[in-house]
Structure formats: structure tokens, C-alpha cells
Nanobody, 123 residues
Framework: VQLQASGGGVVQTGDSLTLSCKLT????????MGWFRQAPGREREFVSG????????HYADSVKGRFTISRDNAKNTVYLQMNSLKPEDTAVYFC?????????????????WGQGTEVTVSS
């Protein structure tokens, strides 16, 4: 299984971005998916998670109401729609897959990781 994240970039405060994560070598519907981020000098933190069918989602308090996670199992792709971006959202964003029916906020619970895509929000 491989994950390829894309969609990052440099934007201004208040702008929007949509990140994508394409899974290859497996079937997306077999995995719970998560998005994490890591800012310079900080630990990797949970951003959002989505269950197998897409009906169960979870968000970190810092992004709740601004970010939306979704998945298209037919396309083997997970998305993270990010609105009203703030400078504190600046980080490298990683997608991750967990071979378990329950999502987790703990990075070590995920079995596969993408390479990360960088998001920079300028003030």
C-alpha cells in the first residue's frame, strides 16, 4: 500500500485549499483514514479522521468547523477541504491509513503513511 498526498501550497489567511490522498496497491474501503500535520519543531498532530464508509468523521478542535474530510472509495482517494486558513495551520500535512474499523488520533496506530504535502499560510 502506498499513499500519495497532494494539493499543498502557499496561500493567504482566509483562503482555502483541498488536499488529496491517493491510495495505491490496495483498496481504500479497507482502511480507516486520517490526516495529520507537523509544524517545524512540533510533534505530529491529528487533524481529522474518517471511517470506512465515510459516515463517521472526527476533527481536532483547532480545525473543527473549518476543515472537512471526505473519501471517494471508488477513486481510492481521501480529501481534506480546508477553509478559512490561518497562519497556525502552516505545516506539512500527511495522510495515513489504518487497517482497523476504528479511526485513531494516535499516529503510531496507523500502518501506512504518505510523504506529506506542505501548506503555508501567510498573514
Amino acid at each position: 500500500v502506498q499513499l500519495q498526498a497532494s494539493g499543498g501550497g502557499v496561500v493567504q489567511t482566509g483562503d482555502s485549499l483541498t488536499l488529496s490522498c491517493k491510495l495505491t496497491g490496495g483498496t481504500l474501503s479497507s482502511f480507516t483514514m486520517g490526516w495529520f500535520r507537523q509544524a517545524p519543531g512540533r510533534e505530529r498532530e491529528f487533524v481529522s479522521g474518517i471511517g470506512w464508509s465515510g459516515t463517521m468523521t472526527h476533527y481536532a478542535d483547532s480545525v473543527k468547523g473549518r476543515f472537512t474530510i471526505s473519501r471517494d472509495n471508488a477513486k481510492n482517494t481521501v480529501y481534506l477541504q480546508m477553509n478559512s486558513l490561518k497562519p497556525e495551520d502552516t505545516a506539512v500535512y500527511f495522510c495515513a491509513a489504518r487497517d482497523n474499523v476504528y479511526y485513531s488520533t494516535t499516529p503510531s496506530d496507523y500502518h501506512y503513511w504518505g510523504q506529506g504535502t506542505e501548506v503555508t499560510v501567510s498573514s
